[in-house]
């Protein structure tokens, strides 16, 4: 969380590595203002930048329960800024973030909800699509970001996105690398709470190559009514979700491509829902570690291992690992190929004891592709082995994902 000035993996643009991942809204500002430069420039002269971005996406699967052919699209469209206040032009800013979402299917069914355990899809415990929900209008992030010490640390309040501070790698977003929980955040053996909460989260460099991250977070919170979070996030019967990240980089600014860590993380008990069944209560909570490795090899290949091992009933999965690369630059720079593989075996508390297999396997690759200064159009194939409510022994799945920008 410093402004030190780092070059983006996915585009060769030029953004503020500060211990967040690539879909945080800062970062996601910095690239698009660095691909075209145009009028925005008198106003982030005065502090102030903002972001706009449709996407669409659409799945399809001859491999239903039973089958049958299955298909889910949906569409998010996003609003997003910060105001920098205090600090302009120092390496000690402070400012307001923001970014609003609308989160909407096309038809009865959402990618979110495409792969999970309802009889007309394709019974495969995961979410092949997390971010595509119908959920509706969404307020991500609201929070005060402050720069300190120079930019070594940063310590930011307020609603915000937790999967932007924790575990973080630079194929993590599922607008611009995969678009599968288990090879996102957490690799599906991490709980975690929606997506904009009442939170408190810092990092800082400890040296040249080591920092720390650590956050604490309403495990209760819901994004489409974040001023309930007064009452979820203080209330007598408040449930936290907490993390701590010991990290080492080649340099505060590869933080999020040369890089290993191990997150440490709890999800409090008597929670609203789990990942599993979000309708139902959890009263157990959870707790588990995660890692991460990424290097670049090469000036364009970053391969990476990941992975986690958990405990309770918040995470999809007691221990999940995963393997792939990601190819930046490949036919233009602004272009980006991702592969990877992952084994999961299922949460023994509440999915192994309904379901027809203990493990599954899953596989993805897309390709990334911007045409022009506004238009980015990514295919996208995933392979699933023995899902786990299907009596099918594999699924395919095709999908493509289309966004636009300015």
């Known amino acids: ?220 919170g819901k994004s489409d009514d974040i001023f309930d979070g007064f009452d979820t996030a203080f209330g007598s019967d408040a449930s936290y979700f907490t993390t701590l990240e010991l990290g080492w980089t080649a340099s505060q600014e590869q933080i999020y491509t040369d890089n290993f860590h191990v997150t440490f993380w709890d999800f409090g008990d008597d929670t609203r829902h789990n990942l599993a069944y979000p309708d139902q209560n959890n009263t157990d909570g959870g707790k588990g570690v995660n890692f991460s490795w990424s290097q670049f090899m090469t000036d364009q290949v970053m391969p990476f291992v990941r992975g986690g091992i958990s405990e309770g009933q918040v995470a999809l999965y007691d221990k999940s690992l995963s393997v792939g690369f990601g190819y930046f630059g490949l036919g233009k720079p602004t272009n980006n190929l991702g592969v990877a593989v992952n084994w999961s075996e299922l949460n023994e508390e509440i999915l192994q004891p309904v379901a027809n297999s203990d493990e599954q396997w899953t596989a993805e690759i897309y390709y990334n592709m911007q045409f022009g200064d506004h238009f980015q159009v990514t295919p996208d194939i995933q392979y699933i082995k023995d899902p786990a409510f299907s009596n099918e022994s594999s699924a395919w799945v095709f999908g493509i994902r289309a966004r636009v920008f300015i």
């Open 1 to 220: 969380m410093a402004i030190v000035m780092a070059a983006s993996p996915m585009s060769g643009v030029v953004y503020g590595a500060n211990f967040e991942g690539p879909d945080s809204v800062e970062n996601t500002i910095a690239e698009q203002k660095a691909q075209k430069k145009s009028w925005r420039e008198s106003l982030a002269e005065d502090g102030f930048t903002f972001g706009a971005d449709y996407f669409a996406l659409g799945l399809t699967s001859g491999d239903g329960v039973g089958g049958d052919s299955v298909d889910a699209s949906s569409g998010v469209a996003r609003l997003y800024g910060s105001w920098h206040l205090l600090g302009k032009d120092t390496q000690n800013s402070g400012s307001l973030v923001w970014k609003v979402e609308h989160r909407h299917a096309y038809g009865d069914t959402s990618p979110k909800e495409f792969g999970f355990i309802g009889s007309d899809q394709i019974g495969y415990v995961g979410l092949i699509a997390p971010a595509f929900s119908d959920q509706g209008f969404r307020v991500t992030d609201l929070n005060w970001k402050q720069k300190i010490n120079d930019g070594k640390g940063t310590i930011v309040v307020g609603w915000q996105d937790v999967t932007n501070y924790a575990d973080v790698y630079a194929l993590a977003s599922p607008w611009s690398g995969f678009t599968n929980l288990v090879f996102s955040t957490g690799s599906g053996a991490m709980g975690l709470p929606d997506d904009g909460v009442l939170a408190l989260s810092a990092g800082h460099m400890l040296g040249e190559n080591f920092y720390v991250v650590g956050g604490i977070a309403d495990a209760k």
